[in-house]
């Protein structure tokens, strides 16, 4: 059995990142022969029902409440919940991969016996990790690994945005990518699958008050509590479309001239088709990589949310219509970053990941 386990939740409260992310690289070994298994817990705002639509397959840990390191004897817990769950495949499976930001050494030496080989994708460099392969697609300091003193000395670091990971579908959109010129013509306005710091609403509430004729598309998660809400705000406005849960987000960016979002994988999405766009802060985990971008000249910077409001949206907007030359060198800078370019079918990742479980 050819099989890879991931390990990773998503909910209201952490947003949908880490499984999407994972989705893009079980997505990638699947189409090389090798199936997965998720194993989550089932918090408010999961996407399992995704997962499975994907065609993977699901493990629930039969837990509603988020796994968090401060809390005595929750890793241990987690760890032999997931350990039962691996051992009923009856064989080892080649790769176990977390992304979860409570998981570290301590849970993943807990399972080492349970796997052949452990990946680990991280964007914190804040704790240590029992891992052979460790993904950090946000870090932008070429001269420095943050992890070289966190991980084993045989642990196979992969870190910056050229080991992003992307469904098929942004490959093949960039493909047929057309040139961008800085004139704004469509926005795409999408802040994270859950938007708990409701910048949807903000930035809608931005577009009907500033006079234009612009289109733009507003996409929301399944895990967004306030998508009834949203949907409301967009059937009051003209030339805006919804778009909930969507396969088809590299559609959208390709067909954008700018963009309103949150930083994070979202982040580097836009910068792979090289729309340019502001991007505000909604966690503090995508503070280095935004501000490391905005240092570079890939996106505009807005700041953290809570001192972001629907003025500010309003004026971004107004201010990127104005600079159109600004907005075609965040584009290839953006692009640049993400080794974006047309004959690349695959993921880096998914080779260097294919090279150590098939060997």
Not at 6 to 24: E, Q
Not at 107 to 129: G, N, P, Q, T, Y
Not at 216 to 239: H, I, Q
Not at 305 to 314: D, E, I, N
């Amino acid at each position: 059995m050819r099989t890879v386990v991931f390990r990773a939740d998503a909910s209201v409260a952490s947003g949908t990142g880490h499984v999407m992310r994972c989705l893009a690289l079980a997505d990638e070994l699947a189409s090389a022969g090798w199936s997965a298994l998720f194993i989550c817990r089932r918090l408010e705002g999961h996407i399992g029902g995704y997962i499975q639509a994907r065609g993977h397959e699901l493990a629930w840990l039969d837990c509603d409440t988020a796994l968090k390191r401060e809390v005595s004897g929750a890793i241990a817990d987690d760890a032999a919940r997931t350990s039962r769950i691996i051992r009923d495949l009856g064989k080892p499976p080649a790769l176990l991969v977390t992304d979860h930001y409570a998981i570290d050494a301590k849970w993943e030496s807990l399972l080492r016996h349970d796997v052949v080989k452990i990946m680990a994708i991280d964007d914190l460099a804040d704790r240590f990790h029992d891992a052979d392969l460790l993904l950090d697609q946000n870090w932008l300091d070429e001269t420095l690994d943050p992890y070289r003193d966190l991980v084993p000395a045989h642990c196979l670091t992969l870190l910056g945005p050229k080991y992003l990971l992307l469904r098929r579908n942004f490959y093949e959109a960039r493909q047929t990518l057309r040139p961008r010129d800085g004139i704004i013509r469509r926005v795409l306005i999408f802040f994270g699958g859950s938007d708990p710091t409701q910048e949807t609403e903000k930035a809608l509430e931005a577009w009907s008050s500033f006079r234009h004729d612009l289109e733009a598309d507003v996409v929301v998660g399944g895990a967004n509590p306030r998508g009834s809400r949203v949907a409301e705000l967009v059937s009051e406005l003209k030339g805006v479309r919804m778009h909930v849960q969507t396969d088809n987000m590299a559609a959208l960016i390709a067909s954008a001239d700018y963009g309103l979002g949150a930083g994070g994988v979202a982040l580097w999405e836009r910068c792979y088709l090289g729309l340019p766009s502001s991007v505000t802060v909604v966690a503090e985990n995508q503070t280095y990589s935004t501000s490391e971008a905005d240092r570079l000249g890939a996106v505009h910077s807005i700041g953290w949310h809570a001192f972001v409001t629907s003025s500010h949206y309003r004026a971004v907007l107004e201010e990127a219509m104005s600079k159109p030359g600004r907005l075609t060198a965040m584009s290839l800078k953006g692009m640049q970053l993400t080794d974006s370019r047309q004959e690349k079918t695959r993921s880096l990742v998914a080779s260097e990941v294919l090279a150590v479980i098939e060997r």
